[in-house]
Antibody
Framework: EVQLVDSGGGLVQPGRSLRLSCTTS????????MSWVRQAPGKGLEWIGY??????????QYAASVKGRFTISRDDSKNISYLQMDSLKTEDTAVYYC???????????????WGQGTLVTVSS | EIVLTQSPGTLSLSPGERATLSCRAS???????LAWYQQRPGQPPRLLIY???SRATGIPDRFSGSGSETDFTLTISRLEPEDFAVYFC?????????FGQGTRLEI
């Protein structure tokens, strides 16, 4: 059974950092690209970035709203994807989901499995 | 960036009825790279449809998708009680991937 478990959320002050983890099981992690998607309270979904499989260089791409502040990485030996969030702002408050990516080929991704989400609250 | 606009914002129907949800893109979504998700309260989204009309694994056949270019539709043929939720469309015709704002399907 495919499982993604998000962890690491919590209350953090503006300007500080936080690292989220997505621990996976039930599939060959190294073969898949992964993304992070967030949802502000009561709002819609926002894709924030992806990392390709290591086979394709573990390259990353980010939404403009987080580029330069957030970094996605992966550890294929542990089957974990990470989201490092720096210089956090109050508008980053959201539930953060990791997702497994599927593609018909190339970097055209939709999301077939989602973690349960972890809440990040940025407030002083 | 492709902007997706979903309508209606809220759809009020009864079990057994047919639901039709719309997703309109600000520019053509090539190769029909559009997906639909269902989100129940307190749950993560669940993939329903990809490539505009292909059902994901385990999704009942009462869910169907159609459309191309800028106009896409999710149809639920006969509503079951568990179908009352929020539905999002997503385009994956290149980064940034964007979602519609959602349609709430209520009883």
């Amino acid at each position: 059974e495919v499982q993604l478990v998000d962890s690491g959320g919590g209350l953090v002050q503006p300007g500080r950092s936080l690292r989220l983890s997505c621990t996976t099981s039930g599939f060959t992690f190294r073969h898949y690209a992964m993304s992070w998607v967030r949802q502000a309270p009561g709002k819609g979904l926002e894709w924030i970035g992806y990392i390709t499989s290591t086979t394709y260089g573990a390259t990353t791409q980010y939404a403009a709203s987080v580029k330069g502040r957030f970094t996605i990485s992966r550890d294929d030996s542990k089957n974990i994807s990470y989201l490092q969030m720096d210089s956090l702002k109050t508008e980053d408050t959201a539930v953060y989901y990791c997702t497994r990516n599927l593609s018909p080929g190339g970097n055209y991704y939709y999301f077939d499995y989602w973690g349960q989400g972890t809440l990040v609250t940025v407030s002083s | 960036e492709i902007v997706l606009t979903q309508s209606p914002g809220t759809l009020s129907l009864s079990p057994g009825e047919r639901a039709t949800l719309s997703c309109r893109a600000s520019q053509s979504v090539t190769s029909r790279f559009l997906a639909w998700y269902q989100q129940r309260p307190g749950q993560p989204p669940r993939l329903l449809i990809y490539a505009a009309s292909s059902r994901a694994t385990g999704i009942p056949d009462r869910f169907s998708g159609s459309g191309s270019e800028t106009d896409f539709t999710l149809t639920i043929s006969r509503l079951e009680p568990e179908d009352f939720a929020v539905y999002f469309c997503q385009q994956y015709d290149g980064s940034p991937y964007t979602f519609g704002q959602g349609t709430r399907l209520e009883i």
